[in-house]
């Protein structure tokens, strides 16, 4: 049985508070809805002394259509409440399908749209257990310098397996980041890179 190392964990009831540990602990991780992250934490992947959950978080769940016709969707919002969405079904019916899709019922309903989309990128040789990696000399993303997908290459070459990613950005979407000063809206396209570093 794989464990989960010890660590802190912080609800916040605030978009605010939760930046404002963010801001405070450097290291610290931010959980959605867990699906990601807290495998990749048994895996020694991620070791952080912090996490900071937002699932108390009211603000930033939810499917509204704007008075500009826009569809906007909390991060916070479970997968299988995308997919159900009638907004989303007749706004972004490529979304709605590709949602309904992603793992099995119980993952969507834990799993949030926001977390899918910002999903850690992964391949066999990084997605492994500590002990697993450690026997082929861990990877270029994790402990040491090499990529074993591309021999050679300069930058990880792990594969997205967020299935929402691509239906967002077909809808021309936004990512809103909230920041302490402002929030920031950046295309999605503008936040893709080969090795998946988004800061």
Same mark, same amino acid.
């Given at each position: 049985?794989?464990?989960?190392?010890?660590?802190?964990?912080?609800?916040?009831?605030?978009?605010?508070? +939760? &930046? =404002?540990?963010?801001?405070?602990?450097?290291?610290?991780?931010?959980?959605?809805?867990?699906?990601? /992250?807290?495998? $990749?934490?048994?895996?020694?992947?991620?070791?952080?002394?912090?996490?900071?959950?937002?699932?108390?978080?009211?603000?930033?769940?939810?499917?509204?259509?704007?008075?500009?016709?826009?569809?906007?969707?909390?991060p916070m919002t479970p997968l299988a409440?995308?997919a159900a969405s009638a907004e989303v079904?007749?706004?972004?019916? +490529? &979304? =709605?399908?590709?949602?309904?899709?992603?793992?099995?019922?119980?993952?969507?309903?834990?799993?949030? /749209?926001?977390? $899918?989309?910002?999903?850690?990128?992964?391949?066999?040789?990084?997605?492994?257990?500590?002990?697993?990696?450690?026997?082929?000399?861990?990877?270029?993303?994790?402990?040491?310098?090499?990529?074993?997908?591309?021999?050679?290459?300069?930058?990880?070459?792990?594969?997205?397996s967020n299935d929402c990613a691509p239906?967002?950005?077909?809808?021309?979407?936004?990512?809103?980041?909230?920041?302490?000063?402002?929030?920031?809206?950046?295309?999605?396209?503008?936040?893709?890179?080969?090795?998946?570093?988004?800061?």
């Amino acid at each position: 049985m794989l464990r989960l190392p010890k660590f802190r964990l912080e609800e916040p009831l605030s978009t605010y508070a +939760a &930046l =404002a540990l963010l801001a405070e602990n450097e290291s610290a991780m931010v959980v959605a809805g867990g699906t990601d /992250l807290l495998p $990749n934490m048994k895996h020694g992947l991620f070791e952080p002394e912090l996490v900071v959950s937002l699932q108390r978080i009211e603000a930033l769940r939810g499917i509204e259509v704007t008075p500009e016709g826009e569809l906007s969707i909390g991060p916070m919002t479970p997968l299988a409440d995308v997919a159900a969405s009638a907004e989303v079904q007749q706004h972004a019916p +490529a &979304l =709605a399908q590709a949602v309904s899709l992603v793992a099995g019922p119980q993952l969507r309903i834990q799993g949030t /749209l926001g977390g $899918n989309v910002m999903l850690d990128t992964r391949c066999q040789w990084y997605n492994q257990t500590h002990f697993w990696r450690q026997a082929l000399g861990y990877c270029l993303k994790k402990d040491v310098t090499v990529c074993h997908v591309v021999v050679g290459g300069q930058e990880c070459e792990t594969a997205a397996s967020n299935d929402c990613a691509p239906a967002v950005m077909s809808v021309v979407a936004r990512l809103v980041f909230e920041r302490l000063n402002a929030p920031e809206e950046v295309p999605i396209e503008e936040r893709w890179a080969s090795d998946w570093i988004w800061n």
